[in-house]
């Protein structure tokens, strides 16, 4: 019954909003919408949401399917839907934001779609190719971003993406700002494995099923302490099966964790250095600990990996690439025994990473005034690339 009455409530609330929303757009306010299917996608936007909101000129909205923004957004006079759909048929001359891919054509047909990166790694092998079709601009984190989109594109005549502006990554730069700071624990060398999540597109690069197991055991057995962090939608997939098996299996080794917290940065501040396949977690850790990643990545998908350019550019300025287990324990062992190559990583990091991420520190100020100045019509800025 009390579940019966909460969908009753958010419902007739969502209703409410809705004539709200079309009561602002009644007053001539420009409307945004922030449109967000996941918890992590609250996180990538949280600081514009505020710019835009304390800017007071535009009627702001997020659409959360996730129903986080009240824990990871919690902006005063913010409107928020956590469970309606917003009838796009209806709406028009809209700004709808998102961090979301794949957005259904309604969206776009009479507003004006933005799409804001979530991750630093590059699109190829990451997404599908039309992933981004159904956007006017695209908010780059990375040279690599505008670089990669610009070849996507080159030959699709019907694109409807037409500018690319060269943004940053907010969730990077709050990272900075909250955690650079935090010092690694002094009595044992930590490490973290975060491998990616098993996708259609990227599950020949996964190291989970394959290898987790077998790495986790020699770390452990050398004297590592592990936290293991899958992807948070690996819980709901078929790999499932295999993290219940590894936890299972170390449970009761004092040097072994799991985690599966919301905000993974408050656990891996404090660790020394992290283990990935191609998850982009890697570089948003290295960027702001100005720690170490190790890129674990089987034989079989080196070739086509390493064409993205983040990672054929990026990786031995952050870490090192590695091609079996044995080669991750080795590479960990040596930072643990020569403390000058570990501290050779923080120079290199700092410099690569102001190469190549756009308005480090700053990027939450200028999303929010790019989307400002769409709103109100101003699209001529010099340093957005024009695609059509």
Known sequence: MKRLQSKIYTRLRGYFLVVELLFHKLQKRKVIIFYCTK????QSV???????VD???????VLDLSNSVENYCPVNGLKYFSYMEVPWRILNNVIVVTP?????????RKNTTIHIMHSLVDIDAMYKDSAFDNFDYICCATKYHVRSFKELFQNRRSLSVRYLLPCGYPKLDSLISKYNNRAVSENEFRVIYAPSLCSTENTPYSTLIKYADLMIGDLLSNGFYVVFRPHPLSFKKAEYST??????KYKNNDSFTLDKSSDYFEVI???????TDISGTAFSYSFCFERPSIFFVNSGSRGRLLEQPLFKY??????????SSNDVLSELMSYRCNIEKYNLFSDNIKQYRSDVVFNLGESHKYISESIAS???GYKNNKNWVKLN
Do not use: E, P, W, Y
């Open 374 to 376: 769409i709103a109100l």
């Open 269 to 275: 501040s404090s660790c020394d250095a992290l283990i």
């Open 100 to 108: 979301a891919t794949g957005i259904h054509k309604d969206m776009q």
């Open 243 to 248: 993290i219940k098996s590894i936890v299972d």
């Open 46 to 52: 949280q600081s514009t949401i505020s710019a835009l």
């Open 314 to 323: 990026g990786i031995n300025n952050v870490g090192k690439m590695v091609f």
């Open 55 to 61: 800017a007071s000129r535009f009627s702001v909205f």
């Open 39 to 42: 918890q992590m996608h609250i």
